[in-house]
């Protein structure tokens, strides 16, 4: 559920990039105001076969598949152009503090001191627990 203001906002300005609409909203919504996730489900839907929070799945095939899309796919590369993105569509309307976190997650340091930053930094990254330990092991690494 999004307020007037985020949907103009997301309508407006849209991303280009391969992007899902959700992840783009999701940034949208948490650089201009809060986002709150439940994990508890509020609405019936169908799950797509080839997703990958797919019921018919296992935990390693979600693995397998999550390594395959960032890692053999060019996914990093895609994660990476969309930050570059939102940074250059909403470069002027960003608060001061807004700014400092997008900067700092597009800086890709080799410095061991910043990726460990970026590791443990204390906001939650991704709306699936999987996906953001995913991600900080993606930065411990250095390939994002």
Known sequence: MINKEAKDLILNRRSIKNITKDVWMG??????????????????????????????KTFFQIQADRYKKFFKNDGLKNVYSVMEEFEEIFR????????????????????????????????????????????RKIFLLGLL
Do not use: W
């Open 27 to 56: 940034m949208c919504c948490t650089a201009f105001g809060d986002a709150f996730f439940d994990s508890k489900p509020c609405a019936k839907h169908r799950r797509n076969p080839g997703a990958f929070s797919s019921q018919d």
């Open 92 to 135: 002027d309307d960003l608060a001061d503090d807004k700014k400092e976190i997008l900067k700092f997650f597009l800086n890709k340091s080799p410095n061991p001191i910043h990726r460990l930053k970026k590791v443990f930094y204390p906001k939650r990254l991704r709306y699936d627990l999987k996906d953001d330990i995913m991600l």
